[in-house]
């Protein structure tokens, strides 16, 4: 038998598009894709969460959104759907592990890391020295030197991180400007551990005899390259929304990100809604996408109510 309906992602929007649905009885199916939980889990203290005076966990807020969807009867399972079938009053979804049948499907697959295509990235990517994840590998670069690359907020909270474990930080950014807000780049620029390598593109990971990272090589304003030496290149310049599988029949804008109507989260196809990072490439906030997803559950309740 069909769901009434299916929430695709587990971030913030996911999971407040889950609680909303579970409490108006509408027992949503919550499908956990590749990355459970969303960037949040990526970060470590979440500062601007309303409600939170002295900041949150990025973990522990994702689990008690969690927890408080299954506390009204969401229901969770992992599956990555590959390719959908909208064109019916019953919505169909291929995953790996088996086909779903929905009424109405909430879409909030969030956006993955961009990575920078240089030589060596994709070889030593992971446990070697590559990683888009400051929180996951941070720890794992104690008293040596590493690399963040990036202009904005993503990468000054990486290279801010980084500095509790690190011997020093030099961020990599490819202008003189930051794209990250005004407060933040004030912490970076006054930091101890931080250097600042400003007009300065990545062309290449350079790794040693022993399959690690050794250095970044890059090229400054004046045309010259140089090795900046480092054991780890954290990559922060921004994500790719995880919308393909759904075009067509979604339409996207230039960027990737689904096109929504007026109300930030219907589709052309009525019982198809969008939320969260893969729907907004101006906010992409951990509010804005919990918003979102509340405004999917609401509209998706209402369609079903209709039909
Ligand atoms: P972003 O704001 O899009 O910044 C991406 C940065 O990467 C830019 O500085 C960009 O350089 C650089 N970049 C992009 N492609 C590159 C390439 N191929 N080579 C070298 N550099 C490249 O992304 P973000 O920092 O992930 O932030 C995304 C959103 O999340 C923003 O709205 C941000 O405010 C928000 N955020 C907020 C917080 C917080 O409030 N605590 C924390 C993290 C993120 P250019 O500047 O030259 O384009």
């Not at 109405?104 to 993955?112: D, K, L, M, N, Q």
């Not at 202009?151 to 990599?172: H, N, P, Y």
């Not at 809604?273 to 979102?292: E, K, N, P």
Request: charge should be negative; charged fraction near 20%; include cysteine.
């Amino acid at each position: 038998m069909a769901e009434n309906v299916i929430i695709l992602g587990t971030g913030c929007a996911g999971l407040t598009a889950a609680i909303y649905a579970a409490r108006a009885g509408l027992t949503p199916l919550v499908l956990e894709g590749g990355q459970p939980g969303g960037q949040l889990t990526t970060t470590s203290e979440v500062e601007n969460f309303p409600g939170f005076v002295h900041g949150v966990d990025g973990n522990e807020l994702i689990s008690n959104m969690k927890a408080q969807a299954e506390r009204f009867g969401a229901k969770f399972a992992w599956d990555r759907i590959d390719t959908v079938d909208f064109s019916g009053p019953v919505k169909k979804l291929k995953g790996g592990e088996a086909t779903y049948e929905a009424k109405a499907v909430i879409i909030a697959t969030g956006a993955s890391p961009r990575l920078l295509g240089i030589p060596g990235e994709k070889e030593y990517y992971g446990g070697n020295g590559v990683t888009t994840c400051a929180t996951c590998d941070g720890a794992f670069y104690r008293d040596v030197p590493v690399v963040v690359v990036g202009g904005g907020d993503s990468a000054c909270e990486e290279a801010l991180f980084l500095t509790r474990f690190a011997s020093k930080v030099i961020l990599v950014h490819r202008r003189d400007k930051f794209r990250a807000s005004e407060i933040m780049v004030q912490r970076v620029k006054s930091h101890e551990k931080i250097e600042l390598a400003l007009n300065c593109i990545p062309l290449e990971v350079l790794g040693g005899a022993d399959g690690k990272v050794h250095h970044l090589r890059v090229k400054d304003s004046s045309g010259q390259t140089r090795d900046i030496p480092c054991k780890c290149v954290f990559i922060a310049i921004g994500h790719i929304p995880n919308t393909k599988p759904f075009v067509p029949p979604l339409s996207v804008d230039e960027n990737g990100y689904f096109i929504a109507g007026e109300n930030t989260v219907s589709t052309s196809i009525p019982g198809v809604f969008v939320a969260g990072d893969c729907a907004d490439h101006v906010y992409r906030q951990a509010i804005t996408a919990a918003g979102m997803g509340c405004r999917a559950a609401i509209e998706a309740e209402r369609w079903l109510a209709g039909h």
